[in-house]
């Protein structure tokens, strides 16, 4: 009986429980990371396409960002979860290359799995395959990056344009990409340690139907989509003192169950007069403090809006909390959800105000919206999406928080490496070569590092319709001579080659500005690894059998 083989008497202690060990396990996770990986793997690059996914109630999503895609299926094998939490952590912490992440850590698992197929210990595989990693990510650091410095606005340009054009706004990246760039430069930030930070929550994106996509507009101040609660009140305020408020503004009920006896009919009036000037007295103090701009979540009563116009201050209500804690956070205002302070008594400091230079409301397009402009804590920018239904406006945001995560990180870490498929082809060439002068077994884990790394522009070239074995040979054959090539050698210039993939053939990426950040590839090799190698430690799994519930009859006998 061999050592990963079955004990029969192991399932006596798990009261029927399940035990799957051994090689069976294994190829269980590789079947569950392949079926995941080949769902999102025909959208990614810019010919891939799209998916639609329908859930339970009929909402229907249509997207080509894994991380979205991966997020609405419901997938019930262990292994797959890791894949979809492995998706969302890509998002999260880079906000694009979802795709890509999931189909590297599929092909290095499977790789791992042939390998201990052929007698060899997955520790050895997993040890060579961290090796792998932090010599790709060495070298792609030293070799392969280059900084944003010598290379300007443009290169911001075309990150962002890299990460659009596999998404529904890569026909229009003329536009949008420097929009994005705009967009994140206007919401520079320095921290009190005095790191330089690009807030992507500081970007509001709106959605408005009709018209095109090409009508969408950036604007500088943070753009909510309500309007001025009244007609009369002044559509335009400098120098604004802002409240927000997370208080209802409408004539004050007794709460519901109290009951008040009363033996005078005209107590009856007072009572009532009584509860209108609560509220009155509350937005006085408001206004006593200097504030002329007050947004609120709640409502606003005609009566109180009375007030509000003689002061000449203008009010909005029914606000998003979450536009108004932005909103808070970018005027230095704060949120506040009860005028009690700490002795029962009703105030409002002046403190609690923001300022901003001025706001407005202006009309864009057929909708009316308040900018506050000039924000003084942390500057803030809209931009405001038009689009012809709500699929394509979901699409066009998701593609757009994609691309304003890539500028940031790109503006953060400042260098960038050539995109379709050079950084993976490159790092093959450079492993396979390393893999030989090891002396142990790590070579052969090392070797299948590499070719997994192949993956990613096969999958660019099938997508693209291309033929994948013959352009990942023209591809290697570039690479190779490239890192044989000696310094100051012509050749050095082929390591940027990667695809171009709408003519099917090989270019140099960093003239075409193909760009993508090396934080962003970093990550998602280090992720993958991680991912893979966290299966492939797997060697038994260990299911519990369900409670069984005693069926009780139903009529109780």
């Not at 003329?174 to 929550?201: C, H, Q, R, S």
């Not at 009363?262 to 009584?274: C, G, T």
Request: neutral net charge.
């Amino acid at each position: 009986m061999s050592i990963f083989g079955r004990d029969p008497k192991s399932s006596i202690f798990l009261g029927g429980g399940e035990r799957v060990s051994g090689q069976e396990i294994r190829d269980q996770n590789v079947i569950a990371a392949q079926s995941i990986a080949n769902i999102i793997k025909s959208s990614l690059g810019p010919l891939g396409l799209d998916k639609m996914l329908v859930d339970n109630i009929g909402e229907v999503t249509i997207s080509n960002d894994g991380a979205t895609i991966l997020s609405l299926l419901e997938v019930e094998h262990p292994a797959g979860r890791i894949f979809v939490d492995l998706a969302q952590k890509q998002d999260k912490e880079v906000g694009d290359g979802t795709t890509s992440v999931v189909i590297i850590a599929a092909e290095l698992l499977r790789r791992a799995n042939e390998l201990v197929k052929m007698k060899i210990h997955p520790t050895t595989i997993i040890t060579g395959y961290r090796f792998a990693c932090r010599e790709a990510c060495k070298f792609m650091m030293d070799q392969l990056s280059i900084k944003v410095d010598t290379l300007g606005r443009d290169a911001l340009v075309n990150c962002a344009k890299t990460s659009m054009s596999s998404k529904i706004i890569g026909s229009d990246d003329d536009l949008f990409a420097p929009m994005a760039v705009d967009a994140m430069l206007a919401v520079k930030t320095t921290n009190n340690k005095g790191e330089i930070k690009y807030p992507v929550k500081a970007v509001n994106v709106l959605k408005a139907h009709g018209k095109s996509a090409r009508e969408s507009i950036f604007v500088k101040g943070y753009a909510l989509n309500c309007t001025v609660a009244s007609q009369a009140m002044k559509t335009r305020i400098t120098n604004a003192k802002i409240a927000c408020l997370d208080i209802n503004l409408q004539k004050t009920r007794m709460a519901m169950g109290v009951q008040i006896l009363i033996d005078d009919p005209s107590q009856l009036e007072d009572i009532r007069r009584r509860e209108s000037d609560i509220t009155l007295e509350r937005i006085r103090k408001i206004l006593a403090a200097g504030a002329n701009v007050i947004f609120t979540t709640k409502g606003i009563d005609d009566l109180c809006l009375k007030e509000f116009i003689e002061a000449g201050a203008m009010a909005v209500r029914r606000c998003k909390k979450e536009d108004l804690r932005r909103i808070a956070k970018a005027t230095g205002a704060t949120l506040v959800a009860s005028l009690a302070n700490l002795e029962g008594e009703e105030t409002f400091e002046a403190t609690l105000l923001g300022t901003a230079e001025e706001v407005v409301q202006e009309r864009i397009s057929d909708d009316e919206l308040i900018l506050v402009k000039g924000t003084k804590v942390v500057n803030s920018s809209s931009i405001i999406l038009r689009g012809a239904n709500d699929n394509m406006l979901d699409e066009m945001e998701r593609a757009l928080h994609d691309t304003l995560s890539i500028i940031k990180r790109t503006l953060e870490s400042g260098s960038v490496v050539p995109g379709g498929g050079a950084v993976e082809t490159a790092l093959n060439i450079y492993l396979e070569n390393f893999a030989t002068t090891l002396e142990s077994r790590e070579q052969l884990a090392m070797a299948e590092f590499a070719a997994a790394l192949l993956i990613i522009p096969k999958t660019l070239a099938v997508n693209a319709a291309k033929d994948s074995t013959d352009l990942v040979a023209k591809l290697r054959s570039y690479h190779s001579a490239a890192q044989n090539a000696p310094a100051g050698d012509p050749k050095k210039v082929l390591t940027r080659y990667g695809l171009d993939l709408l003519k099917g053939e090989v270019r140099d990426n960093v003239t075409a500005g193909v760009l993508e950040p090396t934080v962003s590839k970093v990550k998602s090799l280090k992720s993958a690894f991680e991912a893979a190698v966290s299966l492939l430690r797997i060697d038994d799994a260990i299911q519990c059998a369900p409670d069984k519930q005693e069926e009780r009859d139903p009529h109780g006998h």
